[in-house]
């Protein structure tokens, strides 16, 4: 059982930076394809940013594409987010995501996920 905490969440302003982690314990962590997504107050959940388990393979949602970027550190069993140029529309509840043969923005096909971490972009 894969259990994911996320973490470096919190208020920033429009303009601004944040870094998300998810660190990941209780599996084989390098095997699994990681995602990102969130969910704003009276939204579905929608996907952000996808990698795969070599890191060589990224993918991103076209609202945040130029200024997000997804990475992971196989030695530490984290993906990281950072989310820079950050807007009010960014607001939103932001989850990880793991599973071994995820299809990397749907996010049924994630079997695993995190607690969430709340992100507030004020404008």
């Known amino acids: 059982q894969v259990q994911l905490v996320e973490s470096g969440g919190g208020l920033v302003q429009a303009g601004g930076s944040l870094r998300l982690s998810c660190a990941a314990s209780?599996?084989?962590?390098?095997?699994?394809?990681m995602g990102w997504f969130r969910q704003a107050p009276g939204k579905e959940r929608e996907f952000v940013a996808a990698?795969?388990?070599?890191?060589?393979?990224?993918y991103y949602a076209d609202s945040v594409k130029g200024r997000f970027t997804i990475s992971r550190d196989n030695a530490k069993s984290t993906v990281y987010l950072q989310m820079n140029s950050l807007k009010p529309e960014d607001t939103a509840v932001y989850y990880c995501?793991?599973?071994?043969?995820?299809?990397?923005?749907?996010?049924?096909?994630?079997?695993?996920w995190g607690q969430g971490t709340q992100v507030t972009v004020s404008s």
């Open positions: 995501a793991a599973d071994p043969q995820a299809d990397y923005s749907l996010a049924h096909s994630y079997n695993y």
């Open positions: 209780g599996g084989t962590f390098r095997s699994y394809a």
């Open positions: 990698i795969s388990w070599s890191g060589r393979n990224k």
